[in-house]
């Protein structure tokens, strides 16, 4: 590989930018993918990566989903994201959320951003005295903002109660059985709301002891993390990180519904032809799992109440119906299906 754009998921980003502060010990990568709508806005993720391409491939594929989720949960902003490059302990010090402040300052607007894994909403009040383009940020009652996992785990809720009434004729997830991949805030908060609704829930995460802890509030059935995918359910629901969805993976799966909240879950674009070759519903995850962003425009934009943001999140599952009937319609995939959307919104088709 000869440049940066010889990446396969080099789209056509409007900037990538290096970031290196020597003092503080910061290594990290600003991606903007598109602005064609608005500034590019998306959270800065803290994560260890065996080799530094790994992180461009992370930053590159985040900042275009954030361009096709931000499009299609109809917000006045475009795409970015960034990704600090840490130690095998992900760990971060005032120095470098302060070095990394300045450089989101330095590209005066273009980028804004906000709480991704590994990051906290005291970091973004960190973040906050070295910038002004930065939203996640502590929020009286009443007020919007503050952690933006809540916001995206009711929208992927409605998006899985959506996918359940569309491939199983069901209007409840009342004895359904989900098999949830992730035990952090939007798969905790999904799997609350689905034990209130009276599911059978199996459950997994890498972090033994914090599935075991989810799984006692709820009443859940701890699996391995390797098995969570392909067991027998209703509806499998990754909510952990990406690129889970491939050739093998799929041909393992034995559930008719995928809905999550994790990002870039498909690992090619051939991936959404054999998920839907097999009949499988997918829920194209920057769809589903627009509810954190939405709360995050609109506390930075400044346009709109906690009501609001309800009513935003609340338009996911009709986004969802439209892309599953153009798919119907077509033959076409739903991920295909929304990414030529998102697409034809963003001045990209």
């Known amino acids: 590989m000869d440049s940066l754009w010889d990446f396969p998921d080099f789209?056509?980003?409007e900037l990538v930018q290096f970031v290196t502060d020597r003092e503080s010990g910061l290594t990290a990568l600003i991606a903007i993918h598109s602005t064609h709508v608005g500034p590019a806005a998306g959270g800065v993720r803290v994560w260890h990566y065996a080799r530094t391409g790994d992180a461009v491939v992370d930053a590159l594929r985040l900042s275009r989903g954030m361009s096709y989720k931000n499009a299609m949960a109809e917000l006045p902003l475009g795409g970015g994201k960034a990704v600090i490059l840490a130690d095998e302990n992900?760990?971060?010090?005032p120095e470098m959320l302060a070095a990394f402040g300045r450089a989101v300052e330095r590209l005066g607007g273009r980028y804004v951003t906000a709480e991704d894994v590994g990051m906290s909403v005291r970091d973004m009040v960190a973040i906050s005295r070295e910038t002004r383009y930065v939203a996640g940020l502590p929020a009286s009652e009443g007020e919007v903002g503050g952690d933006p996992g809540p916001h995206t785990s009711y929208g992927v809720y409605l998006g899985v109660r959506a996918a359940a009434k569309r491939a199983l004729g069901k209007d409840s997830l009342a004895g359904l059985h989900l098999a949830i991949q992730g035990a952090g805030s939007v798969a905790g908060g999904l799997a609350r709301r689905a034990a209130q609704d009276g599911a059978r829930i199996s459950l997994a995460d890498?972090?033994?002891?914090?599935?075991?802890?989810?799984?006692?509030e709820v009443g859940a059935n701890v699996v391995a993390p390797d098995e969570v995918l392909f067991l027998e359910a209703d509806i499998v629901s990754p909510n952990a990180l990406g690129a889970i969805l491939d050739e093998r993976s799929i041909s393992r799966l034995r559930a008719p519904v995928v809905a999550g909240g994790a990002n870039?879950?498909?690992a090619t674009p051939e991936d959404g032809d054999r998920i839907h070759q097999r009949g499988i519903l997918y829920a194209p995850d920057y769809v589903i799992n627009a509810g954190g962003i939405i709360n995050v425009s609109t506390e930075y934009l400044r346009d709109g109440d906690e009501s609001a943001v309800r009513e935003r999140i609340e338009r996911i599952p009709g986004r969802l119906e439209r892309i599953w009937d153009?798919?119907?319609?077509?033959?076409?995939?739903?991920a295909a299906v929304a990414d030529d959307m998102a697409r034809r919104l963003i001045g990209r088709a």
Do not use: P
């Open 11 to 13: 789209d056509g980003h």
């Open 90 to 93: 992900r760990s971060k010090t």
């Open 264 to 266: 870039n879950q498909l």
């Open 326 to 334: 153009e798919s119907i319609a077509t033959g076409r995939n739903a």
């Open 206 to 216: 890498i972090d033994a002891d914090r599935a075991e802890r989810l799984a006692a």
